[in-house]
C-alpha cells in the first residue's frame, strides 16, 4: 500500500505540472497569434497613391492638394473619412519651413459604397487644405496616415516661376 502512495503522489503532482505547461503553452501560443495577426494587419494593408498629386494654387502659392489613393494589396479597409469616431486617418503637411500634423481634409469616392471605409477595389480623392500651412513655395511632402497599417507619402516640387498655374500634375 505504501508503495502505491509513493507511485500515486509523484504521478499527482506531474500531472498537476503538466496540465500547468500545457496551459501555459497554450496561453503563449494564443498571445503569439494575436501578436502575429496584429503584425500582418499593420503591415500588409494600407494606402496607396494611385496617379499624380494635383496641386492646386492661387497663382502664387499652394493651396490644396489632391492625392488619388486605393488600398495596398491587403485585405483589411482602411479608416479613410476625416470624421470618424476614434481611429482615423491623419494628414501631415513637410515642407521646408514646417511640420503640421492632422492637416484638414476631404474625401470625395471615386468608386465605393460610399462608407468611411476604403476597402478593396475601391478609390477616393483626398484634398488636403494647405492654405494656412504652406510655407516654402517649393518642394513638400504629404503623409496620409490610416490608423492602422501602411502609409503614403508623396514628396513633389512646385514650377519655379510666377505665376503659378491654377492646377498642376505633379509627377
Same mark, same amino acid.
Given at each position: 500500500?505504501?508503495? +502505491?502512495?509513493?507511485?500515486?503522489?509523484?504521478?499527482?503532482?506531474? #500531472?498537476?505540472?503538466?496540465?500547468?505547461? $500545457?496551459? $501555459?503553452?497554450?496561453?503563449?501560443?494564443?498571445?503569439?497569434?494575436?501578436?502575429?495577426?496584429?503584425?500582418?494587419?499593420?503591415?500588409?494593408?494600407?494606402?496607396?497613391?494611385?496617379?499624380?498629386?494635383?496641386?492646386?494654387?492661387?497663382?502664387? &502659392?499652394?493651396?490644396?492638394? /489632391? /492625392?488619388?489613393?486605393?488600398?495596398?494589396?491587403?485585405?483589411?479597409?482602411?479608416?479613410?473619412?476625416?470624421? #470618424?469616431?476614434?481611429?482615423?486617418?491623419?494628414?501631415?503637411?513637410?515642407?521646408?519651413?514646417?511640420?503640421?500634423?492632422?492637416?484638414?481634409?476631404?474625401?470625395?469616392?471615386? #468608386?465605393?459604397? +460610399?462608407?468611411?471605409?476604403?476597402?478593396?477595389?475601391?478609390?477616393?480623392?483626398?484634398?488636403?487644405?494647405? +492654405?494656412?500651412?504652406?510655407? !516654402?513655395?517649393? %518642394?513638400?511632402?504629404?503623409?496620409?496616415?490610416? %490608423?492602422? +497599417?501602411?502609409?503614403? !507619402? %508623396? &514628396?513633389?516640387?512646385?514650377?519655379?516661376?510666377?505665376?503659378?498655374?491654377?492646377?498642376?500634375?505633379?509627377?
Amino acid at each position: 500500500m505504501q508503495v +502505491g502512495l509513493l507511485i500515486a503522489g509523484p504521478l499527482v503532482v506531474a #500531472s498537476t505540472v503538466g496540465a500547468a505547461m $500545457v496551459g $501555459v503553452g497554450q496561453l503563449s501560443t494564443d498571445q503569439f497569434s494575436d501578436a502575429a495577426y496584429s503584425a500582418v494587419r499593420r503591415t500588409s494593408s494600407g494606402v496607396e497613391l494611385r496617379g499624380p498629386v494635383i496641386a492646386r494654387t492661387d497663382g502664387e &502659392r499652394l493651396t490644396h492638394v /489632391l /492625392l488619388d489613393v486605393g488600398t495596398t494589396a491587403g485585405e483589411w479597409p482602411v479608416q479613410l473619412g476625416p470624421s #470618424s469616431d476614434g481611429e482615423r486617418t491623419t494628414v501631415r503637411y513637410i515642407d521646408d519651413g514646417t511640420i503640421v500634423n492632422d492637416v484638414p481634409y476631404s474625401v470625395d469616392w471615386i #468608386s465605393g459604397d +460610399g462608407d468611411d471605409l476604403l476597402e478593396a477595389g475601391e478609390s477616393a480623392q483626398i484634398s488636403i487644405d494647405v +492654405g494656412d500651412v504652406s510655407t !516654402s513655395g517649393g %518642394a513638400f511632402t504629404i503623409e496620409v496616415r490610416p %490608423a492602422e +497599417g501602411l502609409y503614403v !507619402s %508623396a &514628396r513633389r516640387s512646385l514650377p519655379a516661376g510666377q505665376p503659378l498655374d491654377r492646377v498642376i500634375p505633379l509627377w
